[in-house]
């Protein structure tokens, strides 16, 4: 079956390094993306990765490894603003949508 | 964990005809259920909220005569294009906040919708 891997829940210090792990095996590939979501609003587009390496965008990076089915985003330099939920979800080869239950992030002062 | 799932996945109709959407939650109840749309850019646009027993909410710009919107029951909720149009071919993807804790959401599959 298809399946997406992303710890629950991670705590972090405000101004530190903190990287979210998604794991995946699907059938086929598309894409992985990474969104962000506070409680209660929509899911904000953070990252698209179809090819392997490290795509960077300001405090935040997102990293795929096709070969290994793996994906990281990398938060630094948090701020309070960043608790939220990250959501990673991959597209598969019918162009369907398989999402992980999301890593619920909480930064500490 | 949850599932929610969404019928059909990809649809191709012509312009002028209306497509139905459903989503469904499959192992638990949904009150409320959101409606998404996939941009080019991978940003998901809200549509709007769909509420059991009553109107759905609409996002600010949406049209709710041609995005029409049911909540049926606790499982299940349908969005119709109506009169489509080249322009609405999209990725549409909907969710569902469930389990323990409600601010976790559920995202279904997505249904892609091209219109000719």
């Known amino acids: 079956g298809q399946n997406i891997d992303q710890p629950t829940e991670m705590t972090a210090t405000e101004g530190a390094i903190v990287q979210i792990n998604c794991t995946y095996q699907?059938?086929?590939?598309?894409?992985l993306f990474w969104y962000q979501q506070h409680a209660g609003e929509a899911p904000t587009f953070l990252s698209y990765?179809?090819l392997d390496g490290l795509e960077e965008k300001g405090r935040f990076s997102s990293f795929l490894s096709r070969s290994k089915g793996y994906s990281y985003l990398l938060l630094k330099e948090l701020q309070m603003k960043d608790s939220a939920s990250y959501l990673c979800?991959?597209?598969?080869?019918?162009?369907?949508?398989?999402w992980g239950a999301g890593t619920k992030l909480i930064i500490k002062p | 964990g949850a599932v929610v799932s969404q019928h059909p996945s990809r649809v191709i109709c012509k312009s002028g005809t209306s497509v139905k959407i459903e989503c469904r939650s499959l192992?638990?109840?949904?009150?409320?259920m959101f409606w998404y749309r996939q941009f080019p850019k991978k940003s998901l646009m809200l549509m709007a909220t769909?509420?059991?027993?009553?109107?759905?909410?609409?996002e600010q710009g949406v049209e709710k005569d041609k995005f029409l919107i049911n909540h049926a029951s606790l499982t299940l909720s349908t969005l119709t294009v109506t009169s489509a149009h080249p322009e609405d071919s999209s990725f549409y993807i909907c969710?569902?906040?469930?389990?323990?804790?409600?601010?976790?959401?559920?995202f279904g599959p997505g249904t892609r919708l091209t219109v000719l």
């Open positions: 990765n179809v």
């Open positions: 969710s569902a906040p469930g389990g323990r804790d409600s601010d976790t959401q559920y």
């Open positions: 769909s509420n059991e027993g009553s109107k759905a909410t609409y």
């Open positions: 192992d638990f109840q949904a009150t409320t």
């Open positions: 699907t059938s086929g590939f598309n894409g």
């Open positions: 979800a991959v597209m598969d080869s019918n162009y369907q949508l398989i």
